[in-house]
């Protein structure tokens, strides 16, 4: 018997019913031979963690665009809080913790430059519309490894492209295909970003305390407080439904819904956004039309197939782009360049 056997044999007899049992898997797009160490989960976490856009994450938008302080979040910070969160909720309600981690690690992988303010300039742009969730998708399908994708499981593909809700329902009902695991994700996401958003707002003078509504604070004073009240919250009231599905008391998603529109109007959508956003439309509008002008500079990147798509290859290269990345690409293709006189 392999380790993997013996690891698959341990979440049969520990795991929740409702649990997703490795063993149980759907399998991938494409057959692979098991490994003798690791489950189909573990391998899906690894492959995400070592491919080239989650490393890319890190100089990526949360909320404020290119950050200079050293302690706001970006996009990879994002990523590892919620994949904290998650598991947590994960552990204590006896469901897969590989499953769940992998989702988490994965479910932000097409997010593009500049935050959101980045993702409502290609929804406009780009025929057919942008979404981050589908390009995450996307992302671990079709783009990573040069074109052959990364070759997920059915279960972490789902999850990936179904974390998000954006201003809509989160605490929904179980869909056709989606695990409890891709629900707790769902559900970390926004207890993460409501929260973590919030603290890096007001460190960065953009909302002063004493203008938070009152009654965010009955869930907690600090940072870590209202996460740990609303991460207990969700651990009892799935486990009292016996876990037809990941919730929270109608109280705290009242409250969590409050604070999510509070930040929506006062934060990514405020007056200070607004003007980052308009720089940062130029620069994206800007470099998409260079490029599809001169589609030659990044054929490169991507496959024959690919290239014959110019549109579809324009926006894959500039939402895989860094803040920064973007920043250079403006910087050379844009503006005048210095003499180099000897």
């Known amino acids: 018997?392999?380790?993997?056997?013996?690891?698959?044999?341990?979440?049969?007899?520990?795991?929740?019913?409702?649990?997703?049992?490795?063993?149980?898997?759907?399998?991938?797009?494409?057959?692979?031979?098991?490994?003798?160490?690791r489950t189909c989960f573990q391998r899906d976490r690894d492959r995400i963690i070592h491919s080239k856009s989650f490393r890319r994450l890190k100089h990526k938008t949360q909320?404020?665009?290119?950050?200079?302080?050293?302690?706001?979040?970006?996009?990879?910070?994002?990523?590892l809080e919620v994949s904290q969160i998650a598991r947590t909720i994960a552990r204590a309600l006896r469901l897969n913790e590989d499953l769940t981690?992998?989702?988490?690690l994965g479910h932000d992988l097409g997010h593009t430059p500049f935050?959101?303010?980045?993702?409502?300039?290609?929804?406009?742009?780009?025929?057919?519309?942008?979404?981050?969730?589908?390009?995450?998708l996307r992302v671990v399908d079709s783009l990573e490894r040069k074109g052959h994708g990364l070759n997920l499981t059915l279960e972490v593909r789902n999850g990936i492209v179904s974390h998000s809700k954006g201003k809509g329902e989160i605490f929904t009902s179980r869909k056709k295909n989606e695990t409890l695991e891709g629900q707790i994700v769902r559900i970390s996401d926004?207890?993460?970003?409501?929260?973590?958003?919030?603290?890096?707002?007001?460190?960065?003078?953009?909302?002063?305390?004493?203008?938070?509504?009152?009654?965010?604070?009955?869930?907690?004073?600090?940072?870590?407080?209202?996460?740990?009240?609303?991460v207990k919250d969700v651990i009892s009231c799935s486990s009292t439904m016996d876990l037809q599905k990941i919730t929270m008391s109608k109280k705290l998603q009242k409250i969590t819904y409050a604070l999510r529109d509070f930040l929506y109007e006062n934060v990514y959508e405020g007056e200070l956004s607004?003007?980052?956003?308009?720089k940062a439309r130029k620069i994206l509008l800007d470099l998409y039309d260079h490029y599809m002008?001169?589609?030659?500079?990044?054929?490169?990147?991507?496959?024959?197939?690919m290239s014959d798509k110019k549109q579809r290859m324009v926006c894959d290269f500039i939402a895989g782009m860094t803040d920064s990345y973007a920043l250079a690409m403006y910087e050379q293709n844009f503006l005048p360049q210095p003499w180099i006189v000897l």
Do not use: W
Not at 9 to 24: D, F, M, N, V, W
Not at 120 to 129: A, K, T
Not at 201 to 224: C, D, M, N, Q, Y
């Open 1 to 37: 018997m392999t380790i993997r056997e013996q690891t698959e044999g341990i979440e049969r007899q520990t795991l929740h019913p409702r649990a997703c049992l490795s063993s149980k898997s759907k399998g991938r797009k494409r057959k692979e031979k098991e490994d003798s160490i």
């Open 63 to 79: 909320v404020f665009l290119a950050p200079k302080g050293d302690h706001y979040r970006t996009r990879l910070t994002h990523t």
């Open 101 to 104: 981690e992998a989702i988490a």
């Open 115 to 136: 935050g959101h303010a980045g993702e409502d300039i290609l929804r406009e742009i780009y025929p057919g519309g942008f979404e981050h969730y589908k390009q995450s």
């Open 190 to 230: 926004i207890i993460a970003y409501v929260n973590h958003d919030l603290d890096d707002a007001i460190r960065a003078g953009v909302l002063k305390r004493s203008a938070i509504p009152s009654h965010i604070f009955k869930v907690g004073e600090t940072h870590s407080k209202r996460i740990d009240t609303m």
């Open 274 to 278: 607004k003007r980052e956003f308009k």
């Open 293 to 305: 002008e001169n589609p030659e500079e990044i054929s490169r990147e991507f496959s024959k197939e």
